[in-house]
């Protein structure tokens, strides 16, 4: 059982950052495929970026260059950089995990069965 927990959200200006973290308990993120997503109100979740067991990663295009996932290891947490924050980015961010390894692509939220419980972000203007 992979348990993920997120933090890091706030309310942050137009132009601002955050830096947004997963902590798992219970698996290695080296053993696992990962993605942040995250869903605003009345939407349905949105894939951001995902990295792979090897630290490959798959970033959503509308987040390239703003966005930058890492992860430290040692500590088992995955880290999401935001930068150049938007009105739209207003959301519920989600980290998930695949835990059982399922068929599909890395931005489908099918890929994932482990979620975190989300941290908002607001970005105001």
């Known amino acids: 059982q992979v348990q993920l927990v997120e933090s890091g959200g706030g309310l942050v200006q137009v132009g601002g950052s955050l830096r947004l973290s997963c902590t798992a308990s219970?698996?290695?993120?080296?053993?696992?495929?990962m993605g942040w997503f995250r869903q605003a109100p009345g939407t349905e979740r949105e894939f951001v970026v995902s990295m792979s067991w090897s630290g490959s990663t798959t970033y959503a295009n509308s987040m390239k260059g703003r966005f930058t996932v890492s992860r430290d290891t040692a500590k088992n947490i995955v880290y999401l950089q935001m930068n150049s924050l938007r009105p739209d980015d207003t959301a519920v961010y989600y980290c998930a995990a695949d835990v059982t390894r399922r068929v599909g692509s890395r931005g489908s939220v099918e890929k994932y069965d482990s979620w975190g419980q989300g941290t908002q972000v607001t970005v105001s203007s």
């Open positions: 219970g698996r290695s993120f080296r053993t696992l495929d």
